[in-house]
């Protein structure tokens, strides 16, 4: 019996490719430096203003809780107390028996940009006190999101 064996001629090994060119990796580069450039801008325009709402939302949070107190103990914190008498209660025994605290889950919070809130009595337009933010340069005044938010001390 006659068998048939075919030989075959071994085929190149196929092409592999070892990775991507420099051509390839710089425009992939320009088109990420060019959508970078289009929404970077738009991002961090309503970061700033989130950070805005939050200082906001907080001051109100912050007032809220020092009118509780003052429902409680009858009257507000002094200029010396500051927002400590939300988290620990006042020194006169009288009053710390009408206190209801914490007012505040957790600690004081700081404003968004790392600043303590500011609280003084009394404040701007006939109100009681002043709660405010010094914004994002921390200074006095300011304007944009350097401005003061939340309720002023009288100017």
């Known amino acids: 019996m006659l068998s048939v064996v075919s030989f075959r001629r071994a085929s190149p090994p196929a092409r592999?490719?070892?990775?991507?060119?420099?051509?390839e990796m710089l425009v992939v580069l320009v088109i990420i430096g060019l959508l970078a450039g289009l929404v970077a801008p738009r991002l961090f325009s309503r970061l700033d203003a989130s950070?805005?709402?939050?200082?906001?939302?907080?001051?109100?949070?912050?007032?809220?809780?020092?009118?509780?107190?003052?429902?409680?103990?009858?009257?507000?914190?002094?200029n010396d107390e500051q927002l400590t008498l939300l988290s620990a209660p006042p020194a006169d025994a009288r009053e710390a028996a009408l206190w209801r605290g914490p007012y505040l889950d957790g600690k004081l919070p700081l404003d968004p940009w790392g600043h303590a809130y500011q609280y003084s009595v009394p404040g701007a337009d006939g109100q009681p006190f002043a709660l405010y933010s010094l914004g994002a340069d921390g200074k006095a005044g300011g304007s944009g999101d350097g401005a003061d938010i939340g309720f002023l001390p009288p100017r």
Do not use: E, Y
Not at 62 to 78: C, E, H, K, N, Y
């Open 16 to 23: 592999r490719r070892q990775g991507f060119t420099l051509l």
């Open 51 to 78: 950070k805005l709402q939050v200082a906001d939302t907080q001051v109100k949070m912050l007032r809220s809780a020092v009118m509780t107190l003052q429902l409680d103990i009858g009257r507000f914190p002094t």
